[in-house]
């Protein structure tokens, strides 16, 4: 009777796990606990996510693909198994570089580098970018899944259409805190500007994120083209400098989890890795607001294996797939099938996804035009100082 009751109760996980209600790591936890073996949880996993796959397979000409491909992406934003993954099933080999700005990115491109087959610029990048002639168009029957695209990234105002790119991952940029050295109200920008942290503060080392911090404590626009919005951000900077650490993007997160920065302006997905190793860290989006952001993958008009490269834009849309990243990034996916596979503490969590009220005061970045040069000068001003 126990035997005919397990039987029961794995068949019911299974269905509820094959209905989307469970991701893979929860199905392998619930139905191990169950009696399961690991290698018959491993095999059922495996075999709903090879449907999956299926059904969200396009018909891939294999020869024309490459035997390799060249990808440049932000570091630490990719799942473990995304490109091994890719390379058994298409038999491609990926060769991956890694930057810290989309301004880096940008210059290596401008600067006459023809090898990269995919890039991943923030949205304001793929809008300068298209300006300057440096992306390709894709072909969408070669990227049939972009259909699965939720509605508000689907047509967004940089890329009309999606004729020049498709979504990677979404999510905000806010700061993270220790909550064991960080005391009384935490709501405000206004705490990386308190001498008590002397020494614990970091902002991005990214020209608009870092400006846009002392913009939107003061109430502006992080798109400002006021000269003198910008020179008053730049007064307050100025007067921040001597308490920070240093202008860090990425590598601050060992500094967090070592317990050396005790605030850092920072986007959510690296504060949760962060907290994955110390419990302590949290994150805030700010009363003031923010910036949000999405970041794409894009085909320099160079690159050289360009329909390899759509596949691979095919590929990561799928819901397995996309769900994979973002679990393992914590940034929110862009697929609106792939939420169903999304661990629920990252699901329900506002600094990741957040909810109407929030999102109210969250602003993406657009191109400034010419009052790009007066945020040049600023930033190299506060480099130098």
């Known amino acids: 009777?126990?035997?005919?009751?397990?039987?029961?109760?794995?068949?019911?996980?299974?269905?509820?796990?094959?209905?989307?209600?469970?991701?893979r790591r929860?199905?392998?936890?619930?139905?191990?606990?169950?009696?399961?073996?690991?290698?018959?949880?491993?095999?059922?996993?495996?075999?709903?996510?090879?449907?999956?796959?299926?059904?969200y397979a396009a018909q891939v000409d294999r020869s024309k693909l490459s035997k390799e491909l060249n990808i440049y992406n932000w570091s630490d934003y990719i799942a473990e198994d995304t490109i091994p993954n890719f390379e058994k099933e298409f038999g491609v080999k990926v060769n991956y570089?890694?930057?810290?700005?989309?301004?880096?990115?940008?210059?290596?491109?401008?600067?006459?580098?023809?090898?990269?087959?995919?890039?991943?610029?923030?949205?304001?990048?793929?809008?300068?970018?298209?300006?300057?002639?440096?992306?390709?168009?894709?072909?969408?029957?070669?990227?049939p899944?972009?259909?699965?695209?939720?509605?508000?990234?689907?047509?967004?105002?940089?890329?009309?259409?999606r004729k020049h790119s498709v979504p990677w991952q979404w999510g905000t940029t806010g700061f993270a805190y220790n909550s064991k050295k960080v005391s009384g109200k935490i709501d405000s920008w206004k705490l990386l500007w308190d001498p008590q942290y002397k020494g614990?503060?970091?902002?991005?080392?990214?020209?608009?994120?870092?400006?846009?911090?002392?913009?939107?404590?003061?109430?502006?626009?992080?798109?400002?083209?006021?000269?003198?919005?910008?020179?008053?951000?730049?007064?307050?900077?100025?007067?921040?400098?001597?308490?920070?650490?240093?202008?860090?993007?990425?590598?601050?997160?060992?500094?967090?989890i070592s317990g050396e920065v005790w605030l850092s302006q920072l986007w959510v997905g690296d504060t949760l890795m962060?907290?994955?190793?110390?419990?302590?860290?949290?994150?805030?989006?700010?009363?003031?607001?923010?910036?949000?952001?999405?970041?794409?993958?894009?085909?320099?008009?160079?690159?050289?294996?360009?329909?390899?490269?759509q596949v691979w834009m095919n590929y990561c849309l799928r819901p397995e797939v996309s769900a994979g990243v973002s679990n393992f990034v914590h940034y929110?996916?862009?697929?609106?099938?792939?939420?169903?596979?999304?661990?629920?503490?990252d699901l329900n969590n506002p600094g990741i996804y957040p909810p109407p009220e929030v999102m109210k005061r969250l602003e993406f970045q657009k191109d400034v035009g010419e009052a790009t040069r007066l945020y040049d000068q600023i930033w190299t001003e506060l480099k130098a100082a």
Not at 27 to 50: E, Q
Not at 114 to 141: C, F, K, N, R, S
Not at 145 to 161: A, I
Not at 334 to 341: C, D, F
């Open 26 to 55: 929860d199905f392998i936890k619930k139905a191990t606990a169950l009696g399961l073996s690991m290698a018959g949880a491993l095999t059922i996993a495996d075999r709903f996510f090879s449907k999956t796959r299926q059904a």
């Open 97 to 143: 570089d890694t930057y810290e700005d989309n301004e880096a990115m940008l210059a290596k491109l401008q600067s006459g580098a023809t090898g990269y087959d995919i890039v991943v610029p923030t949205g304001y990048m793929i809008e300068i970018m298209l300006i300057q002639g440096l992306l390709a168009p894709i072909d969408h029957d070669i990227i």
């Open 200 to 256: 614990k503060i970091t902002l991005l080392d990214d020209m608009r994120s870092a400006i846009s911090v002392a913009l939107k404590y003061r109430g502006y626009s992080l798109n400002s083209t006021s000269k003198s919005e910008l020179m008053e951000a730049k007064k307050m900077l100025m007067e921040q400098k001597p308490l920070l650490k240093a202008y860090i993007s990425a590598p601050v997160k060992s500094l967090l």
């Open 1 to 23: 009777m126990k035997e005919k009751n397990k039987k029961s109760r794995i068949e019911e996980l299974v269905a509820t796990f094959e209905a989307g209600k469970l991701t």
């Open 332 to 345: 929110a996916t862009p697929v609106e099938a792939a939420k169903k596979l999304i661990d629920k503490s």
């Open 274 to 309: 962060a907290k994955d190793e110390n419990n302590d860290i949290e994150y805030c989006i700010p009363k003031e607001g923010c910036e949000i952001w999405d970041d794409n993958l894009a085909i320099p008009k160079t690159a050289p294996h360009k329909y390899t490269a």
């Open 145 to 161: 899944n972009l259909k699965g695209v939720s509605d508000e990234l689907r047509d967004p105002p940089y890329d009309p259409g």
